[in-house]
C-alpha cells in the first residue's frame, strides 16, 4: 500500500515563525502535491513537484515556499508565518500513469497564534 | 476553465436509508473523475475513479458513482447508508492533458453527510 506521512499531526506556532512541514511518500511517486484545506473552500493547490528540484505553484502560493532535494520527501515552508495560515494541511503524491489518482497523507493542523 | 460543483453542502441520512451525493464538472473534453472520503481530522481515502469505459463504477465500501456526459454530472450513491459512512464527500476532475499539469486535480468544496440513528 502507498504511505504518505506527514511530520506532525498537530502544530502550534506563533505569528512570525519560520514553519516546516514535512511529507514523505514511500511509493517512489514523481508527482507531489501541498493543499491547503480550509471549512467552505474545500482543497486548495499550493505548490506541486513533478520532479526532484522541480516545483511549480499551484492556485495560492503566496506566503508559501516548497523544498523537494529528495524523491520522497516534499517541505512545505512558510517562511514567517501568519494568523490567516491557520489551516489543514494536506500532502498528496502520484505516479506519473495516465488517469491515476493522487495519495493522500493524515493532515497537519497548523494553528498559528 | 475546469470547475467541479457540488451543490449540497450537508446532507444528513437516516441508518439504511439511499444515499446520493451531486457533483457536476465543467471541461471542454471527457474528464476523468474521482471521489475521495475524508473522515473526521483525516486525510482523503479514494472511493473510486472514472476515465473511460463502463459509465457505472463501483468502488470500496458499496459505493458506485455514473458518468453522464449529457448532463456533465457523476454522482456518488450507496443503496443503505451506515452510519460509519458519515464523513466529508469530495467529488474531483483532472485533465486529460498532462503536458502541463502534471495530474493535477481541481476539488469541488466538498458534501458533508451526517449519518441519523
Known amino acids: 500500500d502507498v504511505k504518505v506521512t506527514q511530520s506532525s499531526r498537530y502544530l502550534v506556532k506563533r505569528t512570525g515563525e519560520k514553519v516546516f512541514l514535512e511529507c514523505v511518500q514511500d511509493?517512489?511517486?514523481?508527482?507531489m502535491f501541498w493543499y491547503r484545506q480550509d471549512p467552505g473552500l474545500g482543497l486548495r493547490l499550493i505548490y506541486f513537484?513533478?520532479?526532484?528540484?522541480?516545483?511549480e505553484k499551484g492556485d495560492i502560493p503566496e506566503g508559501y515556499s516548497v523544498s523537494r532535494e529528495k524523491k520522497e520527501r516534499f517541505s512545505l515552508i512558510l517562511e514567517s508565518a501568519s494568523t490567516n495560515q491557520t489551516s489543514m494541511y494536506l500532502c498528496?503524491?502520484?505516479?506519473?500513469?495516465?488517469?491515476?489518482?493522487?495519495?493522500f497523507g493524515p493532515g497537519t493542523r497548523l494553528t498559528v497564534l | 476553465a475546469q470547475s467541479v460543483t457540488q451543490p449540497d453542502i450537508h446532507i444528513t441520512v437516516s441508518e439504511g436509508a439511499s444515499l446520493e451525493l451531486r457533483c457536476n464538472y465543467s471541461y471542454g473534453a471527457t474528464p476523468y473523475l474521482f471521489w475521495y472520503v475524508q473522515s473526521p481530522g483525516q486525510g482523503l481515502q479514494l472511493l473510486l475513479k472514472?476515465?473511460?469505459?463502463?459509465?457505472l463504477v463501483q468502488g470500496i465500501k458499496g459505493f458506485e458513482a455514473e458518468f453522464k456526459r449529457s448532463q456533465s454530472s457523476f454522482n456518488l450513491r450507496k443503496p443503505s447508508v451506515h452510519w460509519s459512512d458519515a464523513a466529508e464527500y469530495f467529488c474531483a476532475v483532472g485533465a486529460r492533458d498532462y503536458g502541463g499539469s502534471q495530474g493535477n486535480l481541481i476539488f469541488g468544496k466538498g458534501t458533508k453527510l451526517s449519518v441519523k440513528p
Open positions: 513537484s513533478y520532479d526532484v528540484k522541480m516545483k
Open positions: 472514472y476515465f473511460s469505459g463502463d459509465t
Open positions: 511509493m517512489d511517486h514523481e508527482n
Open positions: 498528496a503524491s502520484r505516479r506519473t500513469i495516465p488517469y491515476n489518482e493522487q495519495f
